[in-house]
Nanobody, 114 residues
Framework: QVQLAESGGGLVQAGGSLRLSCAAA????????MGWFRQAPGKQRDWVTT??????TSYADSVKARFSIPRDSKNTVYLQMNTLKPEDTAVYYC?????????WGQGTQVTVST
C-alpha cells in the first residue's frame, strides 16, 4: 500500500503563487510515477502534471510554463503554481502510480480570487 499526504492549499489572488506538497509513505519503492490532477466544481478530474522516477516531467497545456513539479526525494513531490488564474480554482489531488496499484491523496482546495 501507498499513502499520500497533501498540504499547501488555500486562497490566493490572481497572479499569485502557491506551492502544494505531497508526501508518500508505505511501499514507496513500488512507485514509478507521481503527479497531480485537479477537479473544478461540476467538472471532471483533469490531469495536470506528472514526474517519472527518472525525472521526466509532463504538463497539461493549460498549466505549461506556469506550473512545475519539483521533487526533493523519491517520496515527496511538489506542485509549484505561479501566475495563478481564477480558472485554476479546483481541488488538487496528488497521485502515485506503482506496480501494486494507483493511489490518491485526499485532495486540497486551491481558490484563486480575481
Amino acid at each position: 500500500q501507498v499513502q499520500l499526504a497533501e498540504s499547501g492549499g488555500g486562497l490566493v489572488q490572481a497572479g499569485g503563487s502557491l506551492r502544494l506538497s505531497c508526501a508518500a509513505a508505505g511501499r514507496i519503492d513500488s512507485i514509478s510515477i507521481m503527479g497531480w490532477f485537479r477537479q473544478a466544481p461540476g467538472k471532471q478530474r483533469d490531469w495536470v502534471t506528472t514526474i517519472t522516477n527518472g525525472g521526466t516531467t509532463s504538463y497539461a497545456d493549460s498549466v505549461k510554463a506556469r506550473f512545475s513539479i519539483p521533487r526533493d526525494s523519491k517520496n515527496t513531490v511538489y506542485l509549484q503554481m505561479n501566475t495563478l488564474k481564477p480558472e485554476d480554482t479546483a481541488v488538487y489531488y496528488c497521485f502515485a502510480q506503482s506496480n501494486i496499484g494507483t493511489y490518491w491523496g485526499q485532495g486540497t482546495q486551491v481558490t484563486v480570487s480575481t
